[in-house]
């Protein structure tokens, strides 16, 4: 069972930044493909930003390029995603979650993903 915790989030004021996590357990995360999504409330859950496996190809929704940086260290099992010069619309649910049978990423929801409970991240002043 692919085991999936987002750790990080929290209350940022616009223009901050935050680093959330994602450590794998039960597995070897480099071997899957990992993406970043979110959900801000009353809205469809979206892809934010996704990590391949093996050579590590990234890809990001338009509304974060030059923003987020996804990264991974196989060493803690763990793919991270930075955000900087965040902004009131950043505001939601951010999850993480592994795909089951693609190694490239998408930054579709319609995969088939384990994933992870999420964790809030919200900015505000």
């Known amino acids: 069972q692919l085991q999936l915790v987002e750790s990080g989030g929290g209350l940022v004021q616009p223009g901050g930044s935050l680093r959330l996590s994602c450590a794998a357990s039960?597995?070897?995360?480099?071997?899957?493909?990992i993406g970043w999504f979110r959900q801000a409330p009353g809205k469809e859950r979206e892809g934010v930003s996704c990590?391949?496996?093996?050579?590590?190809?990234?890809k990001y929704a338009d509304s974060v390029k030059g923003r987020f940086t996804i990264s991974r260290d196989n060493a803690k099992n763990t793919v991270y995603l930075q955000m900087n010069s965040l902004k009131p619309e950043d505001t939601a649910v951010y999850y993480c979650?592994?795909?089951?049978?693609?190694?490239?990423?998408?930054?579709?929801?319609?995969?088939?993903?384990?994933w992870g409970q999420g964790t809030q991240v919200t900015v505000s002043s």
């Open positions: 979650a592994a795909d089951r049978v693609f190694r490239q990423c998408v930054l579709s929801t319609r995969r088939d993903y384990s």
């Open positions: 039960g597995f070897t995360l480099d071997y899957y493909a």
């Open positions: 990590i391949s496996s093996s050579f590590g190809s990234t």
